[in-house]
């Protein structure tokens, strides 16, 4: 792998320099400075930096209450506890107070590996889907995660952020390209069959593509960073103009990324569609390529589908 | 206002919350009458607010963590000019702003609250914004005595005792009784001011239908610097309607034709006590 730089060291390297200009970011911790990698946000600016302990209920409310007073606060905490520990504060304080709180879950999906499903967090898109207000962004890569958190500031507005723990292997080339929430990104047209992806699965999206171009098909990539506000519009054309659509999760295929496109496919254009994520089981530990392998979250596994559905 | 003006005050919005609740066919009358004392004391006497102004950042913030009983605030923030008193009469109807719990659609409503154990939480945020920014402004959070039995209120106690936040201003309606009986048969609290003390927190234990005393207690408060302040006002649920007092279906009863102008009555003799020893003009 070329990339050695984990996404939550990129949100903290983006905050520092952020933070030189602007007093009202403000970076919060559940005892987690050193897994979310905000150290060194926490030294460089004590003054705007908040250790609240192992409260995940308690950095949510005191979020809302910097927010409310004009702090643009970042809650950095393991995603498993964030989303679900505290989504009723999530729901009232955050959402339903329309607070500018940014909720930061590090170490989501299955990269806690192997401590097993209380530290897993492939729940917590359904969750936070279905809370009205609350925005909800998956980065796919470094680059994109700094792009994300620079708009992340100039956002107003409840937002659940998921990345994972590792490093993960580059999307994009560079950070040279316009990141808008509630957009997707089309990362390689197509006309067979469109894959949409969301965080750090849009890596093996692209390598499915390039698989099934070798093998004559033409696959579309849509990087579906944000998952709500979701970008219905580009969802509806890659139906209408691909006529079949696969998802790619690091999530339960109940409530997620591809629930959430198949409520957009079967009300406005129907069209044969496959969801791939984690079935409804407590995921298998181990390394996430391991776990992703064990459940056919690989390039071959879609390529496989897409011929499937191509009747290839 | 002097201590007659303001315990005529609370009578009167009694009086208000009474007819609002009996209006709409339903409410938390118990400890919207236990807390009125309270919320009169910081509103018309405590609290530097602008009703003209109520996003004005130097201002004190109230939060209702105990935010079913709302009825008392509704009928202080439309007296006290946040909004037009007509407004009284659509508490609970179909649409209205004026719901069942705190809305911050409304002016003056600073968080929406009704899930209890939040709003410590979130006077613990912005006390700290408010150090942080060199404000002057207070946070005073409300909370209910069963309330207590939510953990994350004491996560919330950690925190304002360990960022030494003495503009915090932590009240429990401390009435005794929650909406299956008493606090100390469903989940015994006791002892109360003792976990408190434990946590940090400088403890003031006060009758809490006392105008003069809650008054006392707010204004010393923060008594100790560098602490943040807990006020035990032990009050009584239903307090101002002797047949409501200490009355656990009173949580949410509301009054019948009857029984409401038994208790207007009661409120109106108590104003015009007032007003006949000419404490009042």
């Known amino acids: 792998m070329a990339n050695k730089i984990p996404n939550r060291q990129v949100i903290c390297e983006t905050l520092v320099t952020l933070a030189q200009e602007d007093k009202d970011i403000m970076v919060l911790a559940s005892d987690s400075r050193g897994s979310a990698a905000m150290a060194p946000f926490a030294n460089a600016y004590p003054e705007q930096f908040v250790e609240v302990g192992i409260a995940e209920q308690n950095i949510v409310g005191i979020s809302a209450g910097l927010a409310h007073s004009g702090k643009k606060p970042f809650v950095t905490s393991p995603a498993c506890f ?66 994300m958190t620079e708009a992340l500031v100039q956002h107003e507005g409840g937002v659940y952020v998921r990345i994972g723990r590792n490093p993960v292997e580059d999307s994009y080339e560079s950070d040279d390209y316009e990141f808008v929430i509630g957009k997707a990104v089309t990362m390689r047209e197509g006309t067979d069959i469109t894959i949409i992806a969301t965080g750090e699965t849009v890596r093996i999206a692209l390598d499915a593509q390039a698989e099934l171009a070798e093998a004559g098909v033409s ?25 079949g659509i696969i998802t790619v999760e690091e999530h339960s295929i109940h409530g997620g990324l591809g629930a959430a496109v198949a409520e957009v496919v079967v009300q406005q254009h129907p069209v044969p569609m496959r969801i791939l994520g984690i079935p409804d089981e407590p995921a298998i530990a181990g390394k996430t390529s391991e776990v992703f392998e064990h459940y056919g979250i690989s390039s071959s596994n879609i390529k496989a589908i897409a011929l499937g559905m191509l009747g290839k | 206002m002097s201590s007659t003006e303001l315990r005529s005050k609370a009578a009167q919005i009694r009086m208000d919350l009474l007819r609002m609740i009996h209006g709409a066919k339903t409410g938390h009358t118990g400890g919207s009458l236990s807390n009125t004392d309270i919320l009169t004391a910081l509103y018309y006497k405590i609290m530097t607010i602008d009703p003209a102004r109520p996003k004005w950042q130097e201002r004190d913030r109230f939060i209702a963590s105990k935010g079913h009983s709302v009825e008392s605030l509704w009928c202080i923030l439309a007296d006290r000019g946040f909004f037009p008193k007509e407004e009284l009469a659509t508490f609970s109807q179909f649409g209205t702003r004026l719901i069942g719990h705190p809305n911050n659609k409304v002016p003056g409503i600073e968080m929406n609250t009704g899930a209890l154990g939040h709003g410590l939480a979130i006077s613990v945020g912005m006390a700290l914004a408010a150090k942080k920014d060199a404000r002057a402004s207070r946070v005073f959070c409300l909370m209910g005595d069963g309330e207590q039995a939510e953990g994350s209120v004491w996560e919330a106690a950690m ?32 002892p109360l001011e003792e976990k408190w003390a434990a946590f940090g927190w400088h403890v003031v234990s006060i009758d809490g239908n006392d105008i003069d005393a809650l008054v006392e207690a707010f204004e010393a408060a923060p008594a100790i610097a560098g602490k943040p302040t807990l006020v035990m006002a032990n009050t009584v649920k239903g307090k101002g309607v002797s047949f409501a007092e200490n009355v656990p279906h009173w949580h949410h009863h509301v009054p019948s034709d009857e029984e409401l102008a038994k208790a207007l009555a009661e409120l109106e003799a108590v104003i015009s006590s007032y007003t006949q020893e000419g404490q009042v003009q």
């Open chain 1, 219 to 243: 696959a579309r990539v849509l990087n579906m960073h944000t998952i709500k506000p979701l970008d219905e519009e580009a969802i509806v054309c890659a139906a209408q103009e691909t006529g």
């Open chain 2, 159 to 190: 925190a304002g005792a360990h960022y030494k936040l003495d503009n915090l201003v932590g009240i429990i309606d401390r009435n005794r009784l929650q909406i299956s009986g008493s606090t100390e048969e469903v989940m015994g609290l006791e």
């Open chain 1, 82 to 147: 964030l989303s679900m520990r505290s989504i009723e504060q999530i729901k009232v304080d955050v959402a339903y107070s329309g607070t500018n709180v940014k909720l930061v879950g590090i170490s989501g999906g299955v990269s806690y590996g192997a401590l097993g499903m209380s530290h897993h967090s492939v729940q917590d898109i359904a969750v936070a889907r279905a809370i009205p207000g609350l925005a909800i962004i998956l980065p796919a890569d470094r680059h994109e995660t700094k792009r």
